[in-house]
Every structure is written in structure tokens, then in C-alpha cells.
């Protein structure tokens, strides 16, 4: 009988236990690992952007010359380099990131940008520019018109102005691929690799994927990795088998960080990194010092020279300190919030943040960039 009351009682309190909460922070695993292998390629070249209006190379920039001299002669001319002074041709580098699994005639950007003295691209074309890889091979070649995001425009007597970076721009779609990009696709085992590697992360990674093909396929190697192994029903079907993957959704897990930039006045936080609790106490001092110039004239008909002589004034003022009281559970955006309530500035914020880190109240990782 005592034991049938026991359960009676306990009853209540177990169906009282409040439910998880739902998870708010998950995340396709595409959008948090790689495939390793499967990457994009850099690729650079040498070229001539040709049809500048009187910006390019100047004369002192010799390799710019020499390269027109050796387009012309495979064309057929033949141009002494010295003789040439052309001022609508300039030196470029060619950039451009050869995506995965790139075929032969797909189309990617590229980007332009000056080596010599020009001083602007606008109106440009790029004739034809091999771009290679690090071991030399062609993968793709560039031509067309360059698009850049300034300009520079010339008046009388020497007058210009400049907008924005007129000495690089972008050509869309301005490069065909003439190779495939080196790309393996994974035939036994995938290696996923996290972006910002963590434990837990890759724990649920793994048990993400177990538990949706109810088998143990997925096994984490290390915080930034996790090896999937191919079931052999899916070998036929890996495409399939890694689009399935990378379509489940995993809740990811951080280290809690605070990111300032103590040049803008910039601070980024997350709204759940905890704070102790601790008292603030924050004022401001502030030393101005200024310098006036009156001028000391001496009496008629005097010997004295009028001079000017430098007047030093230096104020202090300092403000009340303000008093914040922080409790238990309390986070830094409420801390941030309290700040900004009393008329507290960035910088005050930045300095309040450094205390605490230092006070180790702040229960976070300080970065300061």
C-alpha cells in the first residue's frame, strides 16, 4: 500500500518535467562542412587590357611594351620595343577561382588588376589571357570587357578626381574553361570536413546521419572531421547519397565570442554569452587643453615690439560614475542594453567588455581585430 502512494505522489512530478525546448539553431550540413576534395582551384595570368583613353602604361613601365611587341610580332608585325610608346595598353594580372567539377565551355568570372603605372582600366578589353593553375597546366582562358567600380576624370590645369579603385575590375562570365577542374568524386568513404571545427558539432554531425539511415555509417575522426562511409546500396547512387546528406540538418554548437574592432567602434556578440555576477562601476575623465594667441602691443611712442604670445588653458571635467549591478544569469546583450540606456558609447562599451574579461566575469573568448 505504501508503495502504491509512493507512485500515486510521484506521478504528478513526472508529468510536470517541462519539455525540451525546440531547437532553434540547426543548420543544413552543407552549409557547415566540405567534401574533402572537392574544392575550387585558383587560377592567374599575365595579359594586355588594350583601349584606354590615354591611362595606361607610361614608359617607365617596360614589360608592358615588350608584351605588345610579342602580340604584334605572333600576329605578324614586327615591332621594335624600344620604339613603342602606346598609352591605351596596360600590364594586368588575371585572377579567377576554378570551381568544382567545372567542364569544358562552362563560363566564370575573372578579375583585372594593374601591375604597372596605369592609372585606370575603365573602357578596357582584355585580349585573350591563358589562365593556369600552381603546377602550370591551362585551365581556362579570359578576354572581354572590363567592368571596374571607379573612374578617374581629368579637367584643366592638372584637375581630377578619382571614385573608388579605378585600377581593377572584373570581367563577367570573361574566362571559358578548356580542362575540367581536378575533382574526385569519394567511391568508398566521404570526409566531411566542419568549417569551424568543434567536438560537439561533429558528435551530432555523426548521429544525424546514423540515425536517419538507421545504420553507423557516419564515425567522427576528430573536431573537424567525419568520415561517411558509403553503403554498398548506394554506390551506384553517391550523387543521390551525398545530396540526401547534406540536405539533413544538424544543431551546431560554438564557443561563445566577442569580436571587437577597436578602429570602427565595432562590436558583435552573440545574445546568449553569459556574464557573473558583478557590479559596474564606469566613468569618464576628460583633459582638454587649449592654446589662444593674443597680441601683447606696446604703449605709443615706446621702444617695445608688438608680439604675439601664446595663452595655455587647460580644463578637467569628469563625470559622475554610472553604477550598473548585474545578477545571475544575466548575458552581454543585457549588459549592452543597460549601457546604451544610460548614454554610454561604443568605446565605453569596449572598455566595460576588456574589464570584464579581465575581472573574468565575462564568460567568453575575447578577440580584438
Known sequence: MKLSLVLLAAWPLLAAEPASPPRTNLVRIKDIARIEGIRDNQLVGYGL???????????????????????????????????????????????????????????????????????????????LTPLKASNGATFAVAQGQVVTGGFVARGGAGN??????????????????????????????????LKNADFMTATRLARTINKHFDMPLAECV?????????????????????????????????????VINERTGSIVFGRDVKIR??????????????????????APFSRGETKVV??????????????????????????????????????DVIAILQSLRAAGALEADLEVI
Open 222 to 258: 576528430s573536431a573537424g572531421l567525419v568520415n561517411v562511409r558509403i553503403d554498398d546500396k548506394y554506390r551506384a547512387r553517391r550523387v543521390e547519397f551525398i545530396a540526401e546528406v547534406e540536405d539533413l540538418q544538424v544543431e551546431t554548437d560554438q564557443r561563445a565570442r566577442i
Open 160 to 193: 581630377s578626381m578619382t571614385t573608388n579603385h579605378p585600377t581593377a575590375g572584373r570581367i563577367p562570365a570573361g574566362a571559358i574553361v578548356e580542362q575540367a577542374a581536378p575533382s574526385v568524386m569519394p567511391t568508398t568513404d566521404v570526409h566531411y570536413q
Open 310 to 347: 601664446p595663452e595655455v588653458g587647460v580644463g578637467v571635467k569628469e563625470e559622475k560614475a554610472r553604477q550598473l549591478s548585474l545578477k545571475q544569469g544575466a548575458t552581454v546583450d543585457d549588459l549592452v542594453k543597460s549601457l546604451m540606456n544610460i548614454g554610454s558609447t561604443p568605446r
Open 49 to 127: 587590357v588594350v583601349g584606354l583613353n590615354g591611362s595606361g602604361d607610361k614608359r617607365q613601365t617596360v614589360f608592358s611594351t615588350q608584351t605588345l611587341a610579342n602580340l604584334l610580332q605572333r600576329m605578324g608585325v614586327q615591332v621594335n620595343p624600344v620604339m613603342i610608346q602606346v598609352r591605351n595598353t596596360a600590364a594586368v594580372m588575371v585572377t579567377a577561382d576554378l570551381p568544382a567539377f567545372a567542364q569544358p565551355g562552362t563560363r566564370i568570372d575573372v578579375t583585372v588588376a594593374a601591375v604597372g603605372d596605369s592609372t585606370a582600366l575603365q573602357g578596357g578589353l582584355l585580349v
Open 277 to 298: 555576477p558583478v557590479a559596474v562601476l564606469h566613468g569618464n575623465l576628460s583633459v582638454e587643453i587649449q592654446t589662444t594667441y593674443d597680441v601683447s602691443q606696446p
